[in-house]
Structure formats: structure tokens, C-alpha cells
């Protein structure tokens, strides 16, 4: 493992991404509405690596099924339009305004 892996695995930016990882988790699919738990499916967006805050709750079925987003990207896309996109909806499931 490289020096720079390593200190971010120890990192307090790491630490935060994990608990922001597990909250996403504990949301209904973001896409159908399955109840949670779910898979923390990380954005890209403009070439930018994977970011641990940059995540969107996804079951199974639209992760990795046979319409899922890795299986079917273009369909994914078509349905609910680019990932990064539902970004802003789901910080305001995580912190919705009062």
C-alpha cells in the first residue's frame, strides 16, 4: 500500500466518509424506494475520483441487477437521469430542511 493510501486510510477525511457511507446506507433506495438497508454507490462526475461523500443509497436490483446501473448504465441513466444528479436530494434526505 502506498504512503499516500495509507495516510488517508487514517485520515479524519476517511473517518468522516465512512459515517457518511453508513447514513446513506440507512436510506430507502434513492431510485425505487426500497427500505433500507442499502448499497452506498459512489458518483463520479468530470473525471474526479471516487469520494466516500459522493455516494447515493441504491438496492440490489438498481445497483447491480439486470436493470441496475453497473448491468444497464444507459437505461439507468435514461430512467432517472445521470447519478450525480441525485446528489442534492440525497443530502436533503440525510439533513432535511425544517
Given at each position: ?44 462526475c468530470d473525471g474526479k475520483p471516487r469520494n466516500d461523500m ?15 446501473y453497473h448491468n444497464d448504465k444507459a437505461a439507468w441513466v435514461?430512467k432517472h437521469g445521470p447519478d450525480y444528479s441525485l446528489l ?11
Amino acid at each position: 500500500m502506498s504512503r499516500k493510501k495509507a495516510a488517508y486510510l487514517a485520515s479524519d477525511a476517511r473517518k468522516d466518509g465512512l459515517e457518511h457511507m453508513a447514513a446513506v446506507k440507512g436510506l430507502h433506495c434513492i431510485c425505487c424506494g426500497h427500505p433500507p438497508p442499502s448499497y452506498a454507490h459512489h458518483v463520479r462526475c468530470d473525471g474526479k475520483p471516487r469520494n466516500d461523500m459522493r455516494v447515493l443509497p441504491l438496492c440490489f436490483g438498481c445497483h447491480q441487477g439486470p436493470n441496475g446501473y453497473h448491468n444497464d448504465k444507459a437505461a439507468w441513466v435514461e430512467k432517472h437521469g445521470p447519478d450525480y444528479s441525485l446528489l442534492d436530494a440525497v443530502a436533503a434526505m440525510i439533513c432535511p430542511r425544517l
